[in-house]
Antibody, heavy 122, light 111 residues
């Protein structure tokens, strides 16, 4: 079955960097667009970033553009999120998610990991 | 503040039907048929229950139905069950500077 396993979260000081990873298995990774969605403690969902199936197109929420960078390695079937200049309000559980289909415009996510927690605090 | 507006909470008795609304704008819900809904149990990852306005993924009960009118989308849960409790989030594609927006979430309680 589809598995998405995030790692790399932790406690970091404001202004520092962190790199999240998502290891995938159980499906052909290459044809799917992938995204990161986060959820601050006790809060709702927030879409963070997305990347096309081949990595040529990336998309970001206004709140993270210029500080976070999404990337993928299709040979390793993995997704990454480089997080720079972290702020206190980046504190959240970060989910790796898969787009729901490989053909046509797709803005829904049918598979979610369990998340990795990032805490930004001095 | 979320781009899509949902009621904070909705409740109903077992067997009843409830409806959750999700209000957006012409740049998101009103402009596209790309509304999706997710159900999240406490401490768990969200689960897709509706995509492209009214479609159910394989394995999702037909007790869940959804629609859209103008800038507002709606999710109806019929035959309410205890396991339906949790948080429900709507989402839509948007043509603003971001790509996808979520609603603030609605907490469903089965009385």
């Amino acid at each position: 079955q589809v598995q998405l396993v995030e790692s790399g979260g932790g406690v970091v000081q404001p202004g520092k960097s962190l790199r999240l990873s998502c290891a995938t298995s159980g499906f052909r990774f290459a044809p799917y667009g992938m995204h990161w969605v986060r959820q601050a403690p006790g809060k709702g969902l927030e879409w963070v970033a997305g990347i096309s199936y081949d990595g040529t197109k990336t998309f970001y929420a206004d709140s993270v553009r210029g500080r976070l960078a999404i990337s993928r390695d299709n040979s390793r079937t993995s997704l990454s999120l480089q997080m720079n200049s972290l702020r206190v309000d980046d504190t959240a559980l970060y989910y790796c998610v898969r787009e729901g289909r490989i053909v046509g415009a797709t803005y829904f996510f049918d598979s979610w990991g369990q998340g990795t927690l990032v805490i930004v605090s001095s | 503040q979320s781009a899509l507006t949902q009621p904070a909470s909705v409740s109903g008795s077992p067997g009843q039907s409830i409806t959750i609304t999700c209000t957006g704008a012409p740049s998101d819900i009103g402009g596209f048929n790309y509304v999706s809904w997710y159900h999240q149990h406490p401490g768990r990852a969200p689960k897709l229950i509706i995509f492209d306005v009214y479609n159910r993924p394989s394995g999702i009960s037909n007790r869940f139905s959804a629609s859209k009118s103008g800038n507002t989308a709606s999710l109806t849960i019929s035959g309410l069950q205890a396991d339906d409790e949790g948080d429900y989030y709507c989402s839509s594609h948007t043509t603003t500077t971001t790509l996808v927006v979520f609603g603030g979430g609605t907490k469903v309680t089965v009385l």
